[in-house]
């Protein structure tokens, strides 16, 4: 089993950055890829970005390209989400998850991800 932690949401202003955190343990070397999803009020869960176990590979959905960067560092079982010029449209509760299936583009839905964070809470005030 594997356990993911998110840390690093917060409150900020339209314009600013955060850089989101996981964490992982347990059975890491079942993972093959990670990404972030992302839950605004009344919506349902998105797909923000993923990338590989080795990180050559990296997938992001329109609305945050150029703004977001996945990240990960290996050496900390850790990956990270560098979000800059952040909009209100931003707002939502992140998680971070982890899939045993290699990845590609047709798997970046949640149904394809196994092991889920408990959320951390990003809200971007206009």
């Known amino acids: 089993q594997v356990r993911l932690v998110e840390s690093g949401g917060g409150l900020v202003q339209a314009g600013g950055s955060l850089r989101l955190s996981c964490a992982a343990s347990?059975?890491?070397?079942?993972?093959?890829?990670m990404a972030w999803f992302r839950q605004g009020p009344g919506k349902e869960r998105e797909f923000v970005a993923a990338i590989s176990r080795s990180g050559a590979t990296t997938y992001y959905t329109d609305s945050v390209k150029g703004r977001f960067t996945i990240s990960s560092d290996n050496t900390k079982n850790t990956m990270y989400l560098q979000m800059n010029n952040l909009k209100p449209e931003d707002t939502a509760v992140y998680y971070c998850?982890?899939?045993?299936?290699?990845?590609?583009?047709?798997?970046?839905?949640?149904?394809?991800?196994?092991?889920w964070g408990q959320g951390t809470q990003v809200t971007v005030s206009s």
């Open positions: 998850a982890a899939t045993s299936i290699q990845l590609s583009p047709d798997i970046l839905e949640p149904k394809r991800f196994g092991a």
């Open positions: 347990g059975r890491i070397f079942s993972v093959r890829a």
